[in-house]
């Protein structure tokens, strides 16, 4: 059995930038833990996967090399690239029906757009352990699925160096995904922000545009704007257009292929018990 496979650095125009995804193309689904070993031996913080269900309709699951997760936005961008860009079977929208629903990625000069549920945050008492964590006292902690921590300046945010064992204990005290730390940002961008999620294998992703779930609508209401340029200040970093829309956040972004080729799955895909060597 051979499997397309593509390498794609989402939220950039450039190779080596951004958040790299890997996405496969399937006839049909394999078993879940086939689908585990090959995001865990691709060792990218996410790996897509796409059974087609119709023209411009496809389902679409996303693993860490740890775990399936509910929802991926940089890996849902390389995904639409993918279909819109490298094997052209798409042209206006495509329509991804997911764990979190139904996702429609439209693209406009260049730029893919993503519909995303809303996931404003709460506010918090700051946990036991996040100063452990993250060494430096916040001026605001928030919850949804992630841990929200805000600082006033973008420089703290870029210099932040966790202990990710902390990290990975207060997220399951907390039963959170990941931790995102922002700041405002500067110039054209509106807010800057990092994402770390050591608990499903991920300590630093990138960029992440499920983040912006969260991001998009606290920044939104705090600067009073509705249209939103970040920027995730990791060692790669990567530019976000969003925008809010109240229960949906819309957020865009540029992507480039890195490479491509095929998976080869030698046998014994055909149930969840059966050995499958990569």
Request: charged share 25%.
């Amino acid at each position: 059995m051979k499997v397309p496979l593509f390498q794609v650095d989402a939220f950039t125009d450039r190779a080596f930038r951004g958040n790299p995804a890997a996405v496969c193309l399937l006839d049909g689904w394999i078993p879940d833990h086939v689908m585990q070993s090959i995001a865990a031996e691709n060792n990218l913080s996410e790996t897509a996967f796409l059974v087609k269900k119709g023209y411009g309709i496809y389902e679409l699951r996303w693993f860490t090399p740890a775990t399936e997760v509910d929802l991926c936005g940089h890996a849902t961008l390389a995904s639409a690239y993918v279909l819109f860009d490298v094997v052209k079977e798409v042209s206006e929208e495509v329509i991804f029906i997911t764990r979190s629903g139904e996702l429609r990625v439209h693209v406009d000069n260049g730029v893919f757009y993503m519909d995303f549920p809303a996931r404003p945050p709460e506010p918090l008492l700051k946990p036991p352990g996040l100063i452990t964590s993250l060494k430096i006292e916040p001026t605001e902690v928030l919850k949804a699925r992630d841990l929200l921590v805000v600082y006033d300046v973008q420089d703290v945010v870029k210099t932040i160096e966790p202990d990710f064992s902390a990290l990975t204990a207060l997220s399951r005290d907390l039963n959170v995904l990941g931790i995102i730390v922002t700041a405002p940002g500067s110039g054209k961008i509106d807010f800057v922000s990092r994402f770390f999620a050591p608990i499903v294998g991920v300590p630093e992703d990138p960029v992440t545009g499920s983040a912006h779930c969260t991001l998009v609508p606290y920044w939104a209401r705090r600067l009073g704007k509705s249209e939103l340029v970040a920027y995730q200040a990791s060692k790669r970093g990567g530019e976000l257009f969003c925008r809010y829309c109240g229960d949906r956040v819309v957020i865009g972004g540029r992507a480039v292929l890195f490479a491509r080729g095929e998976i080869l799955l030698e046998g014994g895909a055909e149930s969840d018990e059966g050995r499958v060597d990569l």
